[in-house]
Nanobody, 127 residues
């Protein structure tokens, strides 16, 4: 089973930037679809961005060009660069991985028993 550890969350003002990292171990990084989900208080978990084993990338509509997902295969690390942050981006952000998805489908897998979920990193954006 894959192990995932997120880092990089924090508190920023509206319009600010953060870069989340997700260190992965226990699997062949390149063979998995990797992605980011988020969950705000009182709301369901939603997909943010994903990159699959063929390198295809998908973003949720609310990203609107503000976030960039990337991965470093040499470090087994997934990243999410978040720019132009808004208060509504405030949430716990989770990294997840599974070998059975393409990127677009992965965004809808927030309720699924994926192969790996991280513990989450909190992002707070103040107005």
């Amino acid at each position: 089973r894959v192990q995932l550890v997120e880092s990089g969350g924090g508190s920023v003002e509206s319009g600010g930037s953060l870069r989340l990292s997700c260190a992965a171990s226990g699997h062949t990084f390149r063979s998995y679809c990797m992605g980011w989900f988020r969950q705000a208080p009182g709301k369901e978990r939603e997909g943010v961005a994903a990159i699959d084993s063929d390198g295809r990338i998908a973003y949720a509509e609310f990203v609107q060009g503000r976030f960039t997902i990337s991965q470093d295969n040499t470090k087994n690390t997934l990243y999410l660069q978040m720019n132009s942050l808004k208060p509504e981006d405030t949430a716990m952000y989770y990294c997840a991985a599974d070998p059975a998805y393409y990127s677009r489908g992965f965004l809808g897998a927030g309720r699924h028993a994926l192969d790996g979920w991280g513990q989450g990193t909190l992002v707070t954006v103040s107005s």
